[in-house]
């Protein structure tokens, strides 16, 4: 396609017409995307969107890594909506997390977008394909008979093109049966409320993350994507010198997974958040704990060191 | 409690959201009207179409009044996402109907490259030289020195000439009409369907509320008349200058070929992959 407006309008043309389908882009081309990816939220067209992370604003440092599109992903586009997006730290969990990138798709009909960065995407390693038969796929819910294709149930069943039942798609505020309706109040509630709630009562479901020494632990650190290989490092190093610190890896970025977050920082005395950003996410982790949370923030392209988030949190506690 | 009268083409329509919003004397009626009988001519199932649009007045053509599946997307958006359409389902009619703002205007790239493809779409562009729908601003196929809500003091771009845009873009079919010539337009609408590759019809329609009365042509009618006086047979206009053209609108078909299709093209390397 001519740019990545047109990607994503592709993808969701291809959705209606029966297919599964994705694109992938870097921060300058998920910009551009974010108008159709609203119009994925609004008409409820399951497809995926893998944003290679990179250092912006702007061109910034070209092909270099960043996670600097955290808050971007759950609010670039205008409008209440909810938002998938899940972060992977390996090749390996790349790979794994594309299958249930389209599956949270296909369940929540809701666009899903893979928060990968420029250290991941670029990085080479061994991955082990799992046998095809072993892969839990779901299936797109079409409807049977003669449902509503935008309401009635909290999730509706879809009707595609080429289904004899000239369904009607549209990006305006509709009716349950699809047809446009702007101006009246409760249509739009109706609706808006419904696309929202698919996504927060379906949390326990979503948000998957990792936890590792949370039995006992001091202090908290927090990561995700490729920040999380560094820190782990330093979480082994500052256990053996007696620092008791618990690490809390994000693996689902949005729906925001509050409750974990919450329950675990509550038993902190200090919680730690390296990003490779001015400190977005760990913004959304202080609304949820009235402890210090530290944000351990680096730009310019280029992953943390083992010893840089040591030193971070040695010289803080 | 009224019904429905009975017509041979309300068969066609979703007659649950009739009247239709267009306004007095707007040209967009009469397209779908032509547009029907051509489905009703060609003997075309309408299960067969999936008609793809953008926003605006023009858009409205088909989505929804056509009984048919309908994408009614983001403004100027609607070829990429027909092209998604029909890549998906390259047997089907995809159709695409929107106006000179949203075709040639926010989505001009898009109309250009799809041309350049010669993906099989069937696109309809309605061209009331003005955004109609949000109050008469300037468009890419405004005239110059016209007087617009956005250029109070004459339009200093000159327009596009979208349907020789179109052909040098690379379309397998191209031609001009206007609302005025409805038997030569319905004849154009079926060799269009009738295309493999990307076919387009410029189609000049008349725009009462947001152009006519800006321009001294209060009436829709005043306009169509228009048209027929200042239209020239493209066979005719090859034997005069560019002068005697500048206040001419050449109709006609600009081109008709065959070259490869772009699904065909994938489809044939998606079989060789495969082995």
């Given at each position: 396609?001519?740019?990545?407006i047109?990607?994503?309008?592709?993808?969701?043309?291809?959705?209606?017409?029966?297919?599964?389908?994705?694109?992938?882009?870097?921060?300058?081309?998920?910009?551009?995307?974010?108008?159709?990816?609203?119009?994925?939220?609004?008409?409820?067209?399951?497809?995926?969107?893998?944003?290679?992370?990179?250092?912006?604003p702007?061109?910034?440092?070209?092909?270099?890594?960043?996670?600097?599109?955290?808050?971007?992903?759950?609010?670039?586009?205008?409008?209440?909506?909810?938002?998938?997006?899940?972060?992977?730290?390996?090749?390996?969990?790349?790979?794994?997390i594309?299958?249930?990138?389209?599956?949270?798709?296909?369940?929540?009909?809701?666009?899903?977008?893979?928060?990968?960065?420029?250290?991941?995407?670029?990085?080479?390693?061994?991955?082990?394909?799992?046998?095809?038969?072993?892969?839990?796929?779901?299936?797109?819910?079409?409807?049977?008979?003669?449902?509503?294709?935008?309401?009635?149930?909290?999730?509706?069943?879809?009707?595609?093109?080429?289904?004899?039942?000239?369904?009607?798609?549209?990006?305006?505020?509709h009716?349950?049966?699809?047809?446009?309706?702007?101006?009246?109040?409760?249509?739009?509630?109706?609706?808006?409320?419904?696309?929202?709630?698919?996504?927060?009562?379906?949390?326990?479901?979503?948000?998957?993350?990792?936890?590792?020494?949370?039995?006992?632990?001091?202090?908290?650190?927090?990561?995700?994507?490729?920040?999380?290989?560094?820190?782990?490092?330093?979480v082994?190093?500052?256990?053996?010198?007696?620092?008791?610190?618990?690490?809390?890896?994000?693996?689902?970025?949005?729906?925001?997974?509050?409750r974990?977050?919450?329950?675990?920082?509550?038993?902190?005395?200090?919680?730690?958040?390296?990003?490779?950003?001015?400190?977005?996410?760990?913004?959304?982790?202080?609304?949820?704990?009235?402890?210090?949370?530290?944000?351990?923030?680096?730009?310019?392209?280029?992953?943390?060191?083992?010893?840089?988030?040591?030193?971070?949190?040695v010289?803080?506690? | 409690?009224?019904?429905?009268?009975h017509?041979?083409?309300?068969?066609?329509?979703?007659?649950?959201?009739?009247?239709?919003?267009?306004?007095?004397?707007?040209?967009?009626?009469?397209?779908?009207?032509?547009?029907?009988?051509?489905?009703?001519?060609?003997?075309?199932?309408?299960?067969?179409?999936?008609?793809?649009?953008?926003?605006?007045c023009?858009?409205?053509?088909?989505?929804?009044?056509?009984?048919?599946?309908?994408?009614?997307?983001?403004?100027?958006?609607?070829?990429?996402?027909?092209?998604?359409?029909?890549?998906?389902?390259?047997?089907?009619?995809?159709?695409?109907?929107?106006?000179?703002?949203?075709?040639?205007?926010?989505?001009?790239?898009?109309?250009?490259?799809a041309?350049?493809?010669?993906?099989?779409?069937?696109?309809?562009?309605?061209?009331?030289?003005?955004?109609?729908?949000t109050?008469?601003?300037?468009?890419?196929?405004?005239?110059?020195?016209?007087?617009?809500?956005?250029?109070?003091?004459?339009?200093?771009?000159?327009?596009?000439?979208?349907?020789?845009?179109?052909?040098?873009?690379?379309?397998?079919?191209?031609?001009?009409?206007?609302?005025?010539?409805?038997?030569?337009?319905?004849?154009?609408m079926?060799?269009?369907?009738?295309?493999?590759?990307?076919?387009?019809?410029?189609?000049?329609?008349?725009?009462?509320?947001?152009?006519?009365?800006?321009?001294?042509?209060?009436?829709?009618?005043?306009?169509?008349?228009?048209?027929?006086?200042?239209?020239?047979?493209?066979?005719?206009?090859?034997?005069?200058?560019?002068?005697?053209?500048?206040?001419?609108?050449?109709?006609?078909?600009?081109?008709?070929?065959?070259?490869?299709?772009?699904?065909?093209?994938?489809?044939?390397?998606?079989?060789?992959a495969?082995?």
């Amino acid at each position: 396609m001519e740019d990545e407006i047109a990607s994503l309008g592709a993808v969701i043309g291809a959705v209606w017409a029966g297919g599964k389908s994705m694109t992938a882009t870097s921060g300058p081309g998920f910009s551009l995307m974010q108008e159709n990816l609203g119009y994925a939220c609004m008409t409820e067209t399951p497809c995926v969107i893998v944003n290679v992370q990179r250092s912006g604003p702007s061109t910034g440092q070209a092909t270099k890594a960043a996670q600097g599109d955290v808050l971007q992903a759950r609010w670039g586009t205008h409008g209440d909506h909810e938002m998938i997006a899940l972060s992977p730290h390996s090749v390996q969990e790349t790979f794994d997390i594309m299958i249930d990138a389209f599956n949270l798709s296909e369940k929540y009909r809701n666009p899903v977008i893979i928060l990968l960065d420029g250290e991941i995407g670029h990085i080479r390693e061994k991955i082990v394909f799992p046998d095809p038969d072993s892969i839990e796929v779901i299936p797109r819910n079409i409807a049977a008979g003669n449902a509503d294709p935008f309401g009635g149930e909290r999730i509706p069943p879809m009707i595609e093109f080429g289904m004899n039942q000239q369904v009607h798609v549209t990006g305006s505020t509709h009716k349950p049966d699809g047809m446009r309706d702007v101006s009246t109040m409760e249509v739009h509630d109706t609706l808006i409320r419904r696309i929202y709630d698919k996504i927060d009562s379906g949390r326990e479901d979503i948000i998957k993350y990792e936890e590792h020494f949370t039995d006992d632990f001091d202090y908290l650190i927090i990561s995700y994507g490729a920040t999380a290989r560094p820190t782990m490092g330093a979480v082994l190093s500052l256990r053996e010198q007696g620092i008791k610190i618990g690490f809390l890896r994000y693996i689902t970025i949005w729906p925001f997974a509050n409750r974990i977050t919450k329950s675990l920082c509550a038993r902190a005395k200090k919680v730690f958040v390296p990003e490779m950003n001015l400190g977005q996410l760990s913004r959304e982790i202080q609304r949820f704990t009235d402890k210090e949370v530290v944000s351990i923030s680096k730009i310019g392209g280029v992953c943390h060191t083992i010893a840089e988030i040591e030193e971070a949190v040695v010289s803080n506690i | 409690m009224q019904t429905q009268p009975h017509h041979k083409l309300t068969k066609y329509l979703r007659t649950d959201v009739l009247p239709n919003a267009f306004c007095a004397g707007c040209g967009g009626g009469t397209i779908l009207n032509i547009f029907c009988n051509v489905l009703e001519e060609m003997e075309i199932d309408p299960n067969e179409i999936i008609a793809v649009t953008g926003i605006g007045c023009s858009s409205w053509i088909p989505s929804p009044y056509l009984k048919v599946d309908t994408l009614h997307t983001t403004h100027g958006r609607a070829i990429a996402f027909a092209t998604g359409v029909k890549v998906m389902k390259p047997k089907k009619r995809v159709i695409v109907i929107a106006g000179d703002g949203d075709l040639s205007g926010i989505g001009g790239n898009h109309l250009i490259h799809a041309a350049r493809r010669n993906i099989g779409l069937t696109v309809f562009l309605v061209n009331n030289y003005i955004y109609g729908m949000t109050g008469g601003q300037v468009s890419p196929t405004t005239p110059y020195s016209v007087k617009s809500s956005t250029t109070p003091y004459g339009n200093v771009e000159r327009p596009f000439e979208i349907a020789e845009l179109v052909a040098a873009a690379g379309a397998d079919y191209v031609s001009r009409w206007s609302t005025y010539h409805i038997f030569q337009l319905k004849k154009s609408m079926k060799e269009a369907l009738n295309k493999n590759g990307f076919s387009f019809i410029e189609i000049t329609s008349q725009c009462p509320t947001s152009y006519g009365r800006r321009v001294g042509m209060r009436n829709g009618i005043d306009q169509l008349l228009d048209f027929k006086e200042k239209s020239i047979g493209i066979k005719k206009a090859e034997h005069l200058s560019s002068a005697e053209l500048e206040e001419k609108m050449i109709v006609g078909k600009l081109i008709d070929r065959n070259r490869p299709e772009f699904t065909d093209g994938l489809r044939r390397v998606n079989e060789a992959a495969a082995g």
